[in-house]
């Protein structure tokens, strides 16, 4: 299927650059971004460090371009959900992404709040959504704002409840995984369908 869809160098192109982000993926379960090089990354994959920035400008957009794959991830699950169920569907798959690989999550958060939010200047090109998803889909801008909004939108709350929900939403997806190394701590997906019911029940 995909040998129809695009070109070997499409392919090849979009192969490549997942490959560079899953080994950064993989790297990040036991390093910090700071920790890990170029060279190390090139090294692995049996590439050059000026092959890798055929890709990528720095280790930075490595993770902005996580961010945007996550995205389209959520907005694929969200299809054809009511937004409510969407909304719970999107945080219980992210708690399952960060309890993998908290340190990744991590990173993202401190990137955040070193450089603010990202720039909207990497996009997810075609071939790299159907190598990743196995089909084609639309591309949509990513991040927190882009993927909850519209659903908060569809809810039809009041402006100034739903301004109060996503403010909220915000604060529990990114504040609440960093209390995981705490005792006691328990379960995110718990944690993270606790404050949304809070918030919801509250809303009502």
Known sequence: MLQIQLSLREKKYATQKLKILDVFDEKLKTKSLADISVKEIANELEISEMTFFNYFGSKKEVLIYYIELWSLQMQLLAEGKEPLEAIYLIFD?????????????????????????????????????IVRFGEEIAYKEGGFYDVVMPLLL??????KERNFAYTT??????????LMKCPE???LKAHYKEQIDALFQGLR
């Open 93 to 129: 798959e992210t708690a399952e992404i960060i309890e993998k690989n908290p340190n990744l999550f991590m990173e993202i958060v401190a990137s955040m709040a070193l450089y603010g939010m990202h720039e909207k200047s990497i996009v997810v090109g075609r071939a790299e959504r």
């Open 154 to 159: 569809a809810l039809n709350l009041p402006e």
């Open 169 to 178: 939403l915000f604060n529990t997806f990114f504040a609440t995984p960093l």
């Open 185 to 187: 701590f328990g379960s």
